[in-house]
T-cell receptor
Framework: SQQGEEDPQALSIQEGENATMNCSYK?????LQWYRQNSGRGLVHLIL?????REKHSGRLRVTLDTSKKSSSLLITASRAADTASYFC?????????FGKGTTLSVSS | GAVVSQHPSRVICKSGTSVKIECRSL??????MFWYRQFPKKSLMLMAT?????????EQGVEKDKFLINHASLTLSTLTVTSAHPEDSSFYIC????????????FGQGTRLTVV
């Protein structure tokens, strides 16, 4: 089963612009994580935000979590062509990660 | 960060044969490993959770006799796709965690399985 729904499913922007991806989830979670996947490759962990946190930063990444709305957002600032990838949110309740559908981000130079 | 090695990265097999995929944690002991399946342009679907020395827990709809999981040690889990059919063609990814709650997962590079 899938935990989250990402919005938008696809996003195309120019280098230097900001990219915002949203994720909604269905069940209670201990934390929400964001991962990145380049085409045909494994996943790379980006950031983890716990259920008692509201906002977290890591470099050009900013993640928010609203447990009352069961939603999260990932903001990538000053995007680069190398940010082109698919981005997934994943809720962790227990040990397993349940993934959302993902957002495909294309950054053109 | 921790490294998870998945092998092979690509495999082509004939219908009716079995294929084994290995997932190894190289520099840490994985208390739990997970197997996911990903269809083209889709998200990851959790297939099963395995703990070292115990039987895997399969998600609803996943055939345990079709997808055999063995977690023989704290650094190795294997997924065997038995009697493979073309519909089993997919991208299979493993992941491992070192602890319980609030820990990031480390992913293998994935295995592209094509059944002809």
């Amino acid at each position: 089963s899938q935990q989250g729904e990402e919005d938008p499913q696809a996003l195309s922007i120019q280098e230097g612009e900001n990219a915002t991806m949203n994720c909604s989830y269905k069940t209670s979670i201990n934390n929400l994580q964001w991962y990145r996947q380049n085409s045909g490759r494994g996943l790379v962990h980006l950031i983890l935000i716990r259920s008692n946190e509201r906002e977290k930063h890591s470099g050009r990444l900013r993640v928010t979590l609203d447990t009352s709305k069961k939603s999260s957002s990932l903001l990538i600032t000053a995007s680069r062509a190398a940010d082109t990838a698919s981005y997934f949110c994943a809720g962790q309740a227990g040990t397993a990660l349940i993934f959302g559908k993902g957002t495909t981000l294309s950054v053109s130079s | 960060g921790a490294v998870v090695s998945q092998h092979p990265s690509r495999v082509i097999c004939k219908s009716g044969t079995s294929v084994k995929i290995e997932c190894r944690s190289l520099d840490f002991q994985a208390t739990t490993m997970f197997w996911y399946r990903q269809f083209p342009k889709k998200s990851l679907m959790l297939m099963a959770t395995s703990n070292e020395g115990s039987k895997a827990t399969y998600e609803q709809g996943v055939e345990k006799d079709k997808f055999l999981i063995n977690h023989a040690s704290l650094t190795l889990s294997t997924l065997t796709v038995t009697s493979a059919h073309p519909e089993d063609s997919s991208f299979y990814i493993c992941s491992a965690i070192t602890g319980g709650l609030n820990t990031e997962a480390f992913f293998g590079q994935g295995t592209r399985l094509t059944v002809v």
